[in-house]
């Protein structure tokens, strides 16, 4: 059995398993296979981007020594920007919505990582707003870093150079679809341009939350009206430059209810302890399957765990106290 010893936490980032979903979706032509990102070292694929940009950043001299990171993040990126941050020594200050779940506020915390929190029901116009508020943040903060893991596309690159390559070496090359949540767009967009120059015959299915833009988007053009939605680290209420909508075949859209449920089914049935987001995806995927007649590879990614969660949709009072159990 093959080990390694890595020289820090961060270079255990990345080579994450393949598992095939096969109690999760039984029978039928179709095969449905996710990559089990929460097996990176802070429990989400965000470490590979958080790697990319400040090694990136630290060799072109964009990030200087004493500098605070500084982004907007649902917590995943945060958390893994809050490693980089101990690994490499800087500072870090993370903007984040008053919704995400108490354990990403707490394992921040205990990170050293000074919070910057957002109203959630604050309009999208309102310069307060989650998506507005991160540029005046970083003017206000001394030596500051700013990734912008929306809008900067290194976020794609970081998913071109690591993640598809390991699906397409996993896969043995043989897919037919590749499934991935719209967050920033980053995993999905870099993803599925890597495996596109592999084989332009795959095909590329984003999954939007209800209430998101991006499914109205991608079928009108037009900036929809945005609802508040409880699955954490996908959709928006605007529409972002890391998005690549001209690789994307085809979009999904999924409930908090739908995704709530499949998540805690794939603990069930799979003992795949994963997030509101992986239970998108996967409930996107099985549908997917369930419309082929034919044999078909579909791949997907869980992209954070269940334990970042214990409080909210794992949590049956909570499910009662939402009108989703």
């Known amino acids: 059995m093959e080990s390694r010893v890595c020289e820090s936490v961060v270079d255990a980032v990345g080579n994450t398993p393949m598992v095939r979903l096969a109690r999760f979706v039984p029978g039928g032509p179709a095969e449905v296979y996710a990559k089990v990102e929460f097996l990176n070292p802070m429990g989400s694929i965000k470490d590979r981007l958080a ?54 506020k707490n394992f921040l915390r205990l990170l050293g990582v000074e919070l910057v929190t957002v109203d959630s029901k604050l309009p999208r116009e309102s310069p307060d707003s989650y998506n507005n508020i991160s540029e005046r943040i970083v003017r206000e903060t001394p030596n500051a870093f700013y990734p912008d893991q929306h809008n900067n596309r290194e976020n794609n690159e970081a998913h071109y150079r690591t993640t598809g390559p390991e699906i397409w070496e996993q896969m043995d090359g043989r897919i037919d679809y590749f499934v991935a949540g719209i967050g920033t767009g980053g995993t999905l967009s870099g993803v599925a341009r890597f495996l596109k120059e592999k084989d332009p015959r795959i095909r590329v299915v984003g999954v939007d939350p209800v209430g998101s833009v991006f499914y109205e988007y991608f079928k009108t053009g037009k900036l929809g009206e945005s609802k508040r939605y409880l699955i954490e680290g996908l959709g928006d209420e605007f529409i972002i430059r890391c998005v690549q909508f001209e690789l994307i075949d085809r979009m999904i859209q999924v409930s908090d209810r739908e995704a709530f449920q499949c ?63």
């Open 51 to 104: 790697r990319h940009f400040i090694e990136s950043a630290e060799k072109d001299g964009r990030l200087k020594p004493g500098a605070t990171i500084v982004e907007s993040s649902s917590g995943n990126t945060a958390l893994g920007l809050a490693m980089m941050a101990i690994v490499k020594g800087y500072r870090c200050k993370m903007i984040v919505r008053d919704s995400i779940s108490r354990e990403k």
């Open 263 to 325: 998540a805690r089914e794939l603990a069930r049935k799979e003992a795949l302890m994963a997030g509101g987001s992986s239970g998108a995806v996967v409930c996107a995927a099985r549908k997917l399957a369930q419309e082929l007649t034919g044999p078909a590879r579909i791949v997907t990614v869980l992209p954070d765990s269940a334990f970042r969660y214990s409080s909210q949709f794992y949590d049956d009072e909570w499910l009662r106290d939402h009108d989703l159990a």
